[in-house]
């Protein structure tokens, strides 16, 4: 089953990896090309992104690419799996509900 994204979760997706990509630039991690490289490929890969499970895997492969992403896979890993687990403790909630 897929636990799908809403728009205020791709926001808060954009503005952590955006503070990171800040970091990014401010220590010098990456270069003018590698800069718009990333750039396209978070737009990209977050707009196109449907479920949790998809961001998390983009997470975990930008982050062993570019390690300041660290922090984001970490923050918005736990909240993404924190979303998915009230999602699945709703469900459940309204199928005792349905049964009782």
């Not at 089953?1 to 809403?6: A, G, I, S, T």
């Not at 926001?11 to 990171?20: E, N, Q, S, T």
């Not at 737009?43 to 977050?46: A, G, I, R, S, T």
């Given at each position: ?6 728009n205020?979760d ?13 970091v990014g ?13 990333i750039a396209?490929?978070i737009?990209?890969?977050?707009e ?8 998390i ?8 690419k570019?390690s300041?992403?660290n ?8 909240d ?13 909630e ?7």
């Open positions: 089953m897929q636990y799908l994204l809403n205020d791709k926001k808060r997706i954009y503005d952590v990896l955006a503070d990171c990509f800040i630039l401010k220590n010098n991690y990456i270069g003018s090309f590698e800069q718009k490289h396209k490929t737009l990209k890969e977050v196109q992104a449907k479920s949790i499970d998809e961001v895997i983009f997470l975990e492969t930008l982050s062993k570019y300041f992403f922090t984001a896979l970490i923050t918005l890993k736990s993404l799996i924190k979303k998915k687990e009230e999602i699945i403790i709703n469900k459940l309204q199928y005792i509900k349905k049964i009782n």
